[in-house]
């Protein structure tokens, strides 16, 4: 029994670690039986790499901005005047997940083929980022809000005589900042890696630029690969060590 | 005519011992208590019997067969855990026909007897429901049933009362304690509750830091206990200091008292002194004669029939004693006091906490 | 005055949330519901739904992905979580981050691994043919179902294992000793007290992790490049005008798709529910 379980795990243990040492040693295979870090170097020099990596980013903190702006004051709201309102969060919340990105975006492209200056431009992607990751922006603010008790609080704030403005920006947000961490690093890591909306809106963001890679320079890919992996990981920790016991799964597929 | 006899058992975890040498037994249909502070290892005994851990050292006989390398499940005891034991997805009359169906009885005779089970139990009218429709107490007594379904061998209870509430709790006990006599089982039962413990048991085994420091009825537990753990962990009593002055006396602060357990020290020799407030008698100052503590009462509690008095001493400290309402009238607050005892009330222990007449 | 902020107020906290929920979500959905039903002229027709039996093999493929990886991410997750816990707290802690991260590495990164790994060109598979084994030639392929399935394990297990650990963990040990002290032998435990208890959330897990799978998109799109046939694929093609197929179908392929993510979600509800009842909560 002891010995199936070592078994069973030790061949868990090699399925994951398995993909992840080929590819590094792949990353460092320059033909026949040499190896060296001329994947890296070449793939550090494709001006695309980084902007791709910059406007990824740059999507992904417009995206956490968007989505606190749109998230922020209804949940808020909700916890302060309509905890009847929860039912109908909750089923909004659910939503994402029964329209997948694929779908959505062939209804948004359906939908929506115009204005120019909106549909052309890569920011457009910030809009379904933000549906996309609302699951997990809600369920994170939801708790950490609900566990703020926004109502007594707010109780005694107005009995003290502090005004709203100093009832959000003194006492809620302060309260909220690990929340806010939280859903924040999972919406970036979210946005970094989502594919489906960039490559067919045609977008060269970071994950199609990987795509485009693995195309032509399979060692570039590699090694594209292994840093993408420890995008995770950081993304990940920061998750984890802010506090969240589980992390939620949002990633693109 | 043991039924159960446990011999020499020791357990350790890590560096640990929990068990050191412990010895028992429990004769045919008999209540025994294990008593003790949290952490003693009353539990960890009751599963060595139940065979969810195995003894370093040391064996157990059931009936005068060895039983120590015999499996929990082909053991058949009956286990009632301290609370959540019940399983969650069968309702209460399925959980006491688990083991009927393990033993592959006759289905009409699982249901026949899980029935009268839920019935002596007083839940006929609650067989269908799952363990999270019924309160905390319906739910061991489910569990109780269900132990007893399978006729045990041996029926084990680790505080299944704890997590009850005080009357429900002096309820199910003195239940648990009836049908423990109809089926005739024998019976171990832990707690650390004293009350618990010597209200119900045939006998009681008081535990301290992993080996029985005393066993006995209840009244000899309460009456003579055997060390100074068991006297100060069993009701509640004053302590001096004393010296053994006479053959039956002691001196206590400035006072020489009788104490028939001095017989037999050598004289001037250190005792601790320990005395039950039941057996502490008050008089009004200058009225006795004879040695006595002086004092003055500075508080009182009243019990209903009985009102505790507590008495500050002349020469420092401060002792209680109890009386029935009607005598501690007498003795308002401010009172001047003097307080005696009969010589063979007062407990003597060595400094190593050995009872004095142990020696002798 | 007040009346004003009264009636404003809400309007102010909660409109953008639901203006951008109806305008991003809703709309675009209920778009595809309407052009899924709409002919060229705009007249109502069943022609697309219809045409939806052409695509069955792209369901049929679906499905049969998204189930044999599920059922695999349920098992292999579920004796996963079942054996680590409970165990030494380092080890515990590496395995939950280490599925954090890995149910989060997925999409083309994870594609790529797999092709450097076992791919017709990968470490594994080059190893093997020095050893004289040719996989490919065996009949393994990354690029079809079975490899496909391989793939989404990376991604199922981790989060089997996030979602079934609280269930695992809330199996009680006295559950277990209850029944050993009653005669139960551990198989008879798991027939009839474990695997009943932990149900509910198994088969919960079990779809969830069959929705995940149903609705993978840039996986299977980086391994097969479209070639493959599974209904996330058939919308792209479409959306992207490498099919000759009228928008229409796509319209009806993703209605379809909302259909079983819909139901997805039903089970996934009935489940929980079936759970409360237990813990009573
Ligand atoms: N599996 C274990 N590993 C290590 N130490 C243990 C284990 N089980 C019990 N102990 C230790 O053994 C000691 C005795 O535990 P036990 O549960 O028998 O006490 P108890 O008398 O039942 O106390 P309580 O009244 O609190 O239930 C405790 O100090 C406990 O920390
Ligand atoms: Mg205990």
Redesign the pocket.
Same mark, same amino acid.
């Given at each position: 029994m002891k010995f199936g379980r070592k078994i069973f795990l030790g061949l868990v243990g090699l399925y994951f670690a398995i993909p992840l040492v080929a590819t590094g040693v792949f990353s460092l295979w320059q033909g026949s039986n040499r190896y060296g870090f001329d994947g890296y170097t070449a793939l550090f020099n494709q001006d695309e790499l980084w902007t791709s990596l910059a406007l990824s980013f740059e999507l992904a903190v417009e995206t956490v901005l968007a989505s606190l702006v749109i998230l922020v004051p209804a949940i808020f709201w909700m916890h302060l005047r309509l905890p009847r309102l929860k039912a109908v969060f909750d089923v909004i919340s659910a939503l994402p997940f029964v329209i997948p990105p694929i779908v959505l975006v062939a209804g948004m492209s359906a939908l929506y083929t115009g204005p120019e200056w909106l549909v052309s431009t890569p920011h457009y992607l910030v809009i379904p980022y933000v549906v996309m990751t609302l699951p997990y922006t809600y369920r994170t603010l939801d708790v950490g809000l609900g566990a703020l008790d926004i109502r007594t609080l707010s109780e005694a704030a107005q009995s003290l005589g502090a005004g709203w403005g100093t009832l959000v920006f003194r006492v809620v947000l302060p309260n909220l900042t690990t929340a806010l961490v939280g859903a924040a690093l999972l919406t970036v890591a979210i946005a970094m890696g989502e594919f489906t909306f960039a490559n067919i809106l045609l977008f060269k963001t970071f994950a199609v630029f990987i795509a485009f890679i693995g195309q032509s320079y399979p060692t570039e890919a590699a090694a594209l690969t292994l840093l993408s992996f420890l995008i995770t990981w950081a993304a990940m920790m920061g998750v984890l060590l802010g506090g969240r016991e589980r992390a939620e799964i949002g990633g693109t597929r | 005519m043991s039924y159960l006899a446990i011999e020499g058992l020791s357990k350790h975890? =890590?560096n640990?011992n929990?068990l050191s040498n412990v010895s028992l037994s429990i004769g045919h249909g008999e209540f025994l208590s294990l008593l =003790?502070?949290? =952490?003693? =290892?009353?539990?960890?005994?009751l599963r060595i019997i139940a065979g969810f851990e195995s003894p370093d050292t040391g064996r157990l006989l059931l009936d005068g067969r060895e039983i120590t390398p015999v499996s929990a499940a082909q053991r058949g005891m009956g286990m009632v855990f301290q609370a959540y034991s019940l399983f969650p997805n069968m309702t209460a009359l399925d959980n006491v026909r688990f083991g009927l169906r393990i033993r592959k009885l006759a289905a009409k005779e699982q249901l026949s007897r899980a029935r009268d089970m839920l019935a002596l139990v007083g839940l006929a009218d609650h067989m269908q429901k799952y363990p999270s429709q019924l309160s905390g107490g319906q739910q061991q007594r489910v569990a109780l049933a269900r132990a007893l379904a399978i006729r045990p061998a041996l029926l084990l209870l680790?505080?299944p009362l704890s997590a009850l509430d005080a009357k429900v709790r002096v309820q199910l006990r003195d239940e648990i304690r009836n049908i423990q006599r109809e089926a005739g089982v024998a019976t171990i039962f832990?707690t650390?509750d004293q009350e618990e413990a010597l209200s119900i048991s045939d006998r009681v085994a008081v535990?301290h830091d992993g080996s029985v420091a005393q066993i006995g009825s209840p009244a000899e537990i309460y009456g003579t206990p055997r060390d100074i753990f068991v006297a100060r962990f069993i009701g509640i009593s004053t302590e001096f200091d004393g010296v053994v002055t006479e053959s039956n006396t002691v001196r206590v602060g400035g006072v020489t008292l009788p104490a028939s357990q001095a017989d037999g020290l050598p004289k001037g020799a250190g005792v601790r002194v320990l005395i039950r407030p039941e057996n502490v008698h008050l008089n009004h100052a200058g009225s006795g004669s004879g040695p006595a503590l002086a004092g003055h009462v500075i508080s009182e509690t009243f019990f209903g029939a009985t009102t505790q008095i507590r008495i500050e001493l002349a020469e420092g400290g401060s002792l209680i004693a109890t009386l029935p309402t009607i005598e501690a009238a007498k003795f308002p607050p401010a009172t001047p006091i003097c307080a005696i005892w009969a010589p063979e009330a007062p407990h003597l222990f060595l400094k190593d906490g050995r009872q004095a007449t142990s020696v002798t | 005055m007040r009346r004003w902020r009264r009636r404003a107020l809400p309007v102010i906290f909660i409109g953008p949330l639901i203006l951008f929920v109806l305008s991003f979500l809703i709309l675009p959905a209920g778009q595809l519901l309407l052009s899924a039903f709409r002919d060229e002229s705009g007249n109502f027709t069943l022609t697309y739904l219809e045409g939806l039996a052409d695509s069955s093999a792209a369901f049929e493929n679906s499905i049969l992905l998204s189930g044999a990886s599920a059922l695999l991410g349920t098992v292999v997750g579920g004796i996963t979580a079942y054996l680590v816990c409970g165990r030494e707290n380092s080890a515990r802690s590496f395995v939950r981050a280490f599925s954090a991260v890995a149910a989060n590495f997925a999409g083309v990164p994870l594609a790529f691994a797999f092709v450097a790994t076992v791919g017709s060109l990968g470490m594994i598979t080059l190893w093997f043919k020095q050893a004289g084994l040719d996989i490919y030639r065996l009949g393994f392929s990354l690029y079809g179902l079975p490899g496909l399935v391989l793939v989404y394990a990376y991604f199922q297990i981790p989060l089997m294992l996030i979602v079934i650990t609280p269930a695992v963990e809330g199996l009680r040990k006295e559950w277990r000793e209850a029944a050993e002290g009653l005669g139960a032998t551990p198989l008879q435990y798991w027939r009839m007290v474990g695997l009943p208890i932990l149900m509910p959330s198994l088969a919960s897990a079990f779809v969830l992790l069959f929705g995940n799978a149903f609705s993978a998109y840039a996986t299977p799109y980086a391994l097969t490049s479209g070639a493959l046939s599974l209904v996330p694929i058939e919308i792209s093609n479409v959306l992207s005008g490498n099919v000759m197929l009228a928008p229409q179908a796509g319209a009806a392929l993703a209605l379809g798709m909302i259909v079983v993510m819909g139901l997805v979600m039903l089970f996934h509800q009935l489940a929980s529910r079936r759970l409360k009842r237990w813990t009573g909560r």
């Open positions: - | 975890y =890590g640990r929990i =003790g502070p949290s =952490g003693c =290892g009353k539990t960890t005994l680790d505080e832990v650390h535990m | -």
